[in-house]
């Protein structure tokens, strides 16, 4: 009777021993399960987080013009006209004043290295200034009258007036936002787009060559005269004080002036707050 109940007593204490160990394995098993599923599941939302920062820079870099007349006129377009445009206008300006400031800083340098010649010949062939390689003869005021910025505003100003807030034709078909020509043996006139007119891939590419064209163009030699005066003078470059320093852009002449004036008074706080 004793060594039965000793068999049972040992067979319970027994099976408390293997239930205890084959919970162990059971919630090491599952930890190890939850451990992997999350390991995956971080694994796939880093690569969407990846994937989604890809599809930005993508558009970021080469989007075309959105359709702004599903937006209703006034502010709401306005605004989204802005949000467009606006990020497009601030990075060329951030890349010029890049250039600006170093160029600044080697003007009275005496040494350059090979990487700092290659930067200035680059300089020097984007913004169409001759320049013979000499370190010693560098066009130092030609350099910086070109080598700088437009004002973000006046920029905005003048491609919503060109554009209608981006929904002219030329600005949806040909991501011209600045009623930009071009010359006949560079016009691309594919179907359906506006002839006679220059084409654009994106609209950053758009914004590129209009800050180019005010900054190169014979045209415009006298904005940027006024433009280096300012700074001589140790004064702002503003929207304000440049729009009616461009002469050139429209045969409407002083009053195209006036008119890009207003609207952009008119608009001031919507292109503040972007």
């Not at 220059?198 to 800050?211: D, G, L, R």
């Amino acid at each position: 009777m004793i060594s039965t109940r000793l068999h049972r007593f040992g067979a319970a204490i027994f099976m408390l021993i293997t239930l205890g160990i084959s919970g162990e394995v059971l919630a090491k098993e599952h930890t190890t399960k939850k451990t992997h599923t999350a390991h995956i599941a971080a694994i796939k939302d880093s690569k969407k987080q990846a994937s989604s920062k890809q599809e930005y820079s993508r558009n970021s870099e080469s989007s075309s013009l959105p359709d702004l007349r599903k937006y209703p006129s006034g502010t709401p377009r306005k605004k989204a006209f802005l949000r467009t445009v606006m990020p497009y206008i601030t990075s060329q300006n951030a890349a010029i004043t890049a250039d600006r400031n170093w160029l600044i800083s080697k003007q009275y340098e005496g040494r350059w290295s090979p990487s700092e010649r290659a930067r200035l010949k680059d300089i020097a062939k984007r913004y169409k200034i001759s320049w013979s390689g000499n370190t010693k003869r560098i066009p130092w005021n030609s350099l910086l009258e070109r080598v700088d910025i437009i004002p973000t505003s006046m920029v905005a100003t003048m491609a919503a007036a060109e554009s209608g807030w981006g929904t002219s034709k030329l600005a949806r078909n040909n991501n011209n936002l600045f009623g930009m020509k071009c010359a006949k043996r560079h016009c691309n006139n594919e179907p359906g787009k506006v002839k006679g007119y220059s084409h654009f891939t994106s609209v950053k590419e758009s914004v590129n060559a209009y800050v180019v064209n005010l900054n190169t163009h014979p045209a415009y030699k006298s904005f940027r005269k006024s433009r280096a005066q300012l700074r001589k003078a140790d004064q702002e470059i503003t929207a304000s004080n440049m729009i009616h320093k461009l002469k050139g852009y429209s045969t409407k002449g002083k009053s195209y002036n006036n008119y890009l004036f207003a609207m952009y008074q008119d608009n001031a706080r919507l292109l503040a707050a972007n």
